[in-house]
T-cell receptor, first 120, second 115 residues
Framework: AQTVTQSQPEMSVQEAETVTLSCTYD???????LFWYKQPPSRQMILVIR??????QNATENRFSVNFQKAAKSFSLKISDSQLGDAAMYFC?????????????????FGKGTHLIIQP | DAGVIQSPRHEVTEMGQEVTLRCKPI?????LFWYRQTMMRGLELLIY????????DSGMPEDRFSAKMPNASFSTLKIQPSEPRDSAVYFC?????????????FGPGTRLTVT
C-alpha cells in the first residue's frame, strides 16, 4: 500500500515571502499522480497543482510550483509571494495511474496535512 | 455546473440512530468517491464507484457502514447504528474518465456529530 507523509504539521510565513511545504511518499509503482490540495476554513477541498510521475518537468501554476524528485520520492510545494488567502491546510495526495486496469487503484491517498499560517 | 452537492451540510444525531448522507456528483462523471476526515486519521478513502458499481470498499470501517449508488446522479452513505467515533467530516468526490481524468472534484462535506 502507498503511504504519504507530511512531516510539518504547521508552517508560518510572512506575507509576500516564499514557503516550501514538504511531502514524501512510498510506493512500488512506477507510474502515478501526485497532487496538492488546499483546504481553507470553509473545508472545501481545492486542487492546487498536480504532477504526473512520468513527466520530468516540475508542474507550475502561477505562484505555486512543485519540486518533484522521483528517485527520492519527494514532492514539495513552493508558494511564492505568499498572500493572506493562502492560509489553509495543505494536503499532499497520491493516486495510482492504473485506473484503466480495473484494479481499484483510483482513490487518493492523503498525507496528514500542513497547516499554513500567513503572518501579515 | 453546480459542482458536487452533498446534504446535509451538518448532522447531529444520538448514538444508535441511523444516519444517511447524500451526494449528487457532477453530471457526466463516471467515478464517485466517499472519504472521511478526522483529526486522528486524516482523510481516508471509504469506498468508490465506477459507473454506479462499487469497485473498492476496503476502506469501509465495519458492517455498520454501507454505501449505494442507485443511479449516476445519486449516492448514499449510511451508518446504522451510529457511534460517537463516527463523528467526522464526510466528503463525496467525483471525476470523469476522459478529459481531466485525474482530477477529483470534492463536495463541501457533511460534518457529522454523534453524541
Amino acid at each position: 500500500a502507498q503511504t504519504v507523509t507530511q512531516s510539518q504539521p504547521e508552517m508560518s510565513v510572512q506575507e509576500a515571502e516564499t514557503v516550501t511545504l514538504s511531502c514524501t511518499y512510498d510506493t512500488s509503482e512506477s507510474d502515478y499522480y501526485l497532487f496538492w490540495y488546499k483546504q481553507p476554513p470553509s473545508r472545501q477541498m481545492i486542487l492546487v497543482i498536480r504532477q504526473e510521475a512520468y513527466k520530468q518537468q516540475n508542474a507550475t501554476e502561477n505562484r505555486f510550483s512543485v519540486n518533484f524528485q522521483k528517485a527520492a520520492k519527494s514532492f514539495s510545494l513552493k508558494i511564492s509571494d505568499s498572500q493572506l488567502g493562502d492560509a489553509a491546510m495543505y494536503f499532499c495526495a497520491y493516486r495510482s495511474a492504473f485506473e484503466y486496469s480495473g484494479g481499484g487503484a483510483d482513490g487518493l491517498t492523503f498525507g496528514k496535512g500542513t497547516h499554513l499560517i500567513i503572518q501579515p | 455546473d453546480a459542482g458536487v452537492i452533498q446534504s446535509p451540510r451538518h448532522e447531529v444525531t444520538e448514538m444508535g440512530q441511523e444516519v444517511t448522507l447524500r451526494c449528487k456528483p457532477i453530471s457526466g462523471h463516471d467515478y464517485l468517491f466517499w472519504y472521511r476526515q478526522t483529526m486522528m486519521r486524516g482523510l481516508e478513502l471509504l469506498i468508490y464507484f465506477n459507473n454506479n458499481v462499487p469497485i473498492d470498499d476496503s476502506g469501509m470501517p465495519e458492517d455498520r457502514f454501507s454505501a449505494k449508488m442507485p443511479n449516476a446522479s445519486f449516492s448514499t452513505l449510511k451508518i446504522q447504528p451510529s457511534e460517537p467515533r463516527d463523528s467526522a467530516v464526510y466528503f463525496c468526490a467525483s471525476k470523469r474518465l476522459a478529459g481531466d481524468s485525474y482530477e477529483q472534484y470534492f463536495g463541501p462535506g457533511t460534518r457529522l456529530t454523534v453524541t
